[in-house]
């Protein structure tokens, strides 16, 4: 009986494990069917392109920094082959509840459906973009190691290649177009050479790894929430930004409606890009005295930027202080570059989306170069 009981366990433990990580479909395997809705409002089924020679099924997304360095490629591989009798469609496997702030800090968007609508507009996408991170059945059935991960079929739906798009994520350092030299083989009716590769890229956000999600915000409302006043001199010092990077400054009040309703996407921009060269100061126009409710508010916002308030009841002074041709108004923003040169002020409510892209074109390329090129391109 003992015997028994652990074998049910140790097949339990392996089918959870089995079912957190699919395997990647077998080369010579079928292509799966599916039916997902796509950013174009259309839904998509493997008979959709029954009429291609060839279907390439890529996995992809919008917040992977990698991703985003091939989409170009992938575009263009779309349209280089299109007329050849070649399909291309792309699938977003990611779960969005299972991707954690820290994983945004090369993107503008996460990877609900949609945002992947605003991306594909973005960049124009010119294949269907198709959408799986609820379910994730369809991803579970191809396998995707990571984003991106290419699927290249035959005319009987075979599979005949799947791994990279290329040998290298910088464009300028490839030296093997895996994914075409696949399709020109199918095309050619000859063997792949070589037909599995490694698929370099951001792992597939299953949705096991919500826990990770979880377990960061419960981090975050851990760390401390301070509130400091801030004189003539300080906000002065301020504007010239004495931080080393990107400067967010927001300048808010408890009593603006405005202010207290978009307070929690600065909070958000903060905790997707504070690991890299980024930083952002709130500061509070509420007069000193005020200061108990202004606290409250920033912890229940679990605000741990740094907070600032003004130091005396002269609001104007201070509010010229930092910027002499501010007409007072709140909410204020006002994003700093690491020279210090303003790159963009707002008086009014914010297009956080603006501001995110904003700020992504600015940062330098710290770890991941190419980063900087892909923001300041469309």
């Known amino acids: ?60 997304c919008d917040h992977c920094p990698t991703a985003q360095l091939y989409e170009g490629r992938i575009k263009k591989l779309a349209a280089d082959y299109r007329d050849r009798g070649v399909a291309l469609v792309a699938i977003q496997p990611n779960n969005p509840s299972a991707i954690r702030l820290d994983e945004l800090g090369y993107t503008d968007l996460s990877d609900s459906f949609d945002e992947m609508k605003l991306r594909a507009a973005y960049r124009h996408f010119n294949f269907p973009f198709l959408y799986d991170g609820e379910t994730q059945s369809v991803a579970r059935a191809y396998g995707p190691t990571a984003t991106p991960h290419v699927f290249v079929f035959d005319q009987d739906r075979k599979l005949r290649y799947e791994g990279r798009v290329d040998s290298s994520q910088r464009e300028a350092l490839v030296k093997r177009q895996d994914a075409r030299l696949a399709i020109d083989a199918v095309l050619a009716g000859q063997p792949v050479a070589v037909p599995r590769t490694p698929a370099v890229g951001c792992s597939t956000k299953w949705a096991y790894k919500k826990a990770g999600g979880e ?164």
């Not at 079912?19 to 479909?25: G, S």
């Not at 981090?219 to 401390?224: F, G, T």
């Not at 509420?286 to 609001?315: C, M, W, Y």
Request: some cysteine; proline content about 6%.
């Open 1 to 60: 009986m003992k015997l028994t009981i652990a074998a049910l366990l140790l097949a339990c433990c392996g089918a959870l494990f089995a079912d957190e990580n699919p395997p990647t479909l077998a080369i010579g395997a079928s292509a799966p069917d599916f039916k997902l809705p796509g950013v174009d409002g259309k839904t998509y089924s493997l008979q959709d392109f029954a009429a291609s020679k060839v279907l390439v099924v890529v996995f992809t």
């Open 215 to 378: 377990a960061e915000m419960e981090s975050i409302d851990k760390e401390p929430v301070v509130l400091d006043p801030a004189g003539l001199d300080q906000l002065k010092a301020l504007r010239k930004n004495p931080t080393g990077k990107v400067l967010l400054v927001d300048f808010w009040a408890t009593w603006c409606g405005p202010c207290t309703s978009e307070f929690p996407e600065f909070q958000k921009m903060y905790r997707m890009y504070r690991k890299r060269q980024f930083d952002m100061v709130t500061v509070s126009v509420n007069f000193p005295d005020e200061s108990k409710g202004v606290l409250r508010f920033l912890n229940a916002q679990h605000a741990s930027t740094k907070n600032l308030i003004f130091a005396t009841n002269e609001t104007y002074d201070q509010m010229a202080a930092f910027d002499p041709t501010w007409d007072a108004g709140v909410p204020y923003t006002v994003l700093i570059g690491i020279d210090g040169k303003v790159i963009y002020h707002k008086q009014g409510e914010i297009d956080p989306l603006e501001v995110r892209r904003l700020i992504l074109a600015n940062l330098p390329d710290d770890d991941y170069i190419g980063q900087q090129a892909y923001w300041n391109s469309k």
